[in-house]
């Protein structure tokens, strides 16, 4: 008992920092949930054990009594004229049925209660569940994948299969609901419906689905619909609350529309419904959804045969830097305008796993700016967890900084600190800067040193599916690859900056992405990058 109290203490003193993790923005801390679901299993198993240990002994003394008083009852006063016998009767009544009373009455259950109590402290919230479910739609919407898909499990690149019960998808559901989310919400409940109509077991009942499913298809603007599945609905549970109300309020919505079509004037309801039962994705904030979603797919790439030409793979000696003479980078051009290069084995798998050690204990919800306070926050649009590595941290550090260093030609000493990031759920960066624009000059006004001049980004996990890095404006997308790097230019030689740069992370389908990247700034690289002839050089 002393050795579990201890590994329950450390297991608690371990998981700690969890408290308000955000668990679904970091893949790579995810992981340590599994050990903690593990950990219980290993505790439910023990009191399974204890309970039925304890069940074998009053069973064992019930089948011994059970003959006993077979015997005793056939002649009691013959049985009784032994005084052997007697003297038993009276110790078994006064004294053994006794410790059978607290052998029943013993708790089992005191360990792993216990165990349970101080790990769900550290359990996801349902803020972490509500995130996990919007990633999954997030992966749906992005590489267009219906619910079927989805449900069964059957996305490329997986080891291993798994599957949403009708359960799940009502819950997928109900949480895009909460959200007014009705696109959503419809996909899910519809998946919910027709697993249900074909069988599988279920908590949920099909007037909950129906209820929730026939109102989304109201606010999506099908009518004719939510007539049909609230009439449906009512066939199931006559004496359904809201049900008959909602009917009669559909039917006259139909009606006045019946009405409006006759005198020919402008029916005011929506028709967003298409054949199937299928609705149109509404809009969103993002002008170039489709375009940065279309490169996540590989869709779209604008490499054509003449732009290709002009891309070549060469050794790079950084200007011969006499760190790269005898041991030059392979250096493969990715884009042409704006220039985009690939570097090749910048980073050893043991110096990978050393940054990821280091990274994750550090790792917190990354951050966006504020435009109009300039106060760092989260956003949807940001799913993931970053740290920040100072070269005392370890040797490992400096190192990699040094070798950025050689490889670019710029100074790291008005860099910014190597940033380790590990992408969640659905992990993403929506289309962003990395410069900071005319419109928000004090960005980086602390660090006093000037914008940020370029960006070097490495790849520390190869991604099984997704997870690419895209330019929507001329159509570039860059797929992770472990242990290269991708290195560009923010700003144009005059400080203006080059606003093709704008680029996104897509969400990871399937994997667990690990980059890190240096930004260098202005200051300390005016001879190092100096000004062209033109604004644009």
Not at 26 to 34: R, V
Not at 339 to 347: E, G, K, Q
Request: with cysteine; charged share 25%; glycine share 6%.
């Amino acid at each position: 008992m002393k050795s579990w109290i201890l590994s329950l203490l450390l297991t608690c003193i371990s998981c700690t920092w969890h408290t308000q993790a955000e668990f679904f923005t970091s893949i790579g801390q995810m992981t340590d949930l599994i050990y903690a679901e593990k950990d219980l299993v290993q505790s439910l198993k023990e009191y399974i054990q204890a309970e039925e240990s304890k069940l074998s002994k009053i069973k064992s003394w019930a089948e011994k009594m059970d003959a006993l008083t077979m015997k005793s009852a056939s002649n009691p006063e013959g049985y009784l004229a032994h005084p052997v016998n007697a003297y038993k009767l009276v110790k078994r009544l006064n004294t053994d049925w006794l410790e059978l009373e607290n052998l029943v009455l013993q708790d089992s259950t005191s360990g792993f209660i216990a165990n349970l109590t101080v790990q769900r402290q550290f359990f996801p919230t349902e803020e972490d569940e509500t995130g996990a479910a919007k990633a999954l739609m997030r992966l749906q919407d992005t590489y267009r994948l219906d619910p079927e898909t989805m449900s069964k499990g059957k996305l490329p690149g997986t080891k291993y299969r798994s599957s949403l019960t009708v359960d799940d998808c009502f819950g997928m559901g109900k949480i895009a609901y909460n959200e007014g989310d009705y696109y959503h919400t419809v996909l899910w409940m519809q998946q919910a419906l027709k697993q249900h109509d074909e069988g599988e077991d279920a908590a949920i009942t099909k007037v909950e689905i129906l209820d929730y499913l026939s109102y989304a298809v109201f606010q999506l603007g099908d009518l004719h619909r939510a007539v049909e599945l609230t009439r449906r609905l009512i066939s199931l549970d006559s004496a359904h609350e809201r049900a008959g109300s909602n009917l009669r309020y559909f039917e006259k919505l139909l009606e006045k529309e019946r009405v409006a079509k006759l005198l020919n004037k402008t029916s005011t309801i929506t028709e967003s419904a298409m054949q199937g039962g299928v609705y149109e994705r509404p809009a969103d904030y993002l002008p170039e959804r489709d375009t940065y979603e279309a490169l996540c797919r590989g869709e779209g790439v604008k490499m054509t045969p003449r732009r290709q030409k002009r891309l070549f793979c060469r050794y790079h000696d950084g200007n011969r830097n006499p760190h790269l003479l005898i041991a030059p980078f392979k250096e493969e051009d990715e884009w042409d305008s704006p220039y985009i290069v690939r570097y090749y084995d910048v980073m050893s798998d043991e110096e990978i796993e050393k940054i990821k050690e280091l990274a994750k204990p550090k790792l917190a919800r990354a951050t966006v700016r504020d435009p109009k306070t300039g106060v760092l926050t989260v956003a949807n649009y940001r799913v993931s967890k970053s740290s920040w590595l100072e070269e005392h941290d370890d040797p490992v550090v400096a190192r990699v900084n040094h070798r950025m260093q050689h490889i670019t030609g710029l100074t790291v000493k008005t860099a910014e600190l190597l940033q380790v990031a590990n992408y969640g759920m659905g992990g993403q960066y929506e289309p962003h800067f990395d410069f900071s624009r005319k419109d928000e000059p004090d960005a980086f006004k602390r660090l006093g040193t000037g914008n940020r001049v370029a960006t070097f980004l490495n790849y520390m996990s190869d991604v099984e599916a997704g997870g690419a890095t895209v330019f929507p404006d001329f159509g570039a997308a860059i797929w992770p690859q472990k242990g290269t790097a991708v290195f560009w230019y923010n700003l144009f030689r005059s400080g203006e900056g080059d606003y093709r740069t704008r680029h996104a992370a897509c969400p990871v389908l399937v994997g667990c992405k690990w980059v890190s990247n240096k930004w260098f700034h202005e200051r300390g690289n005016e001879f190092l990058r100096p000004c062209g002839s033109t604004e644009v050089d």
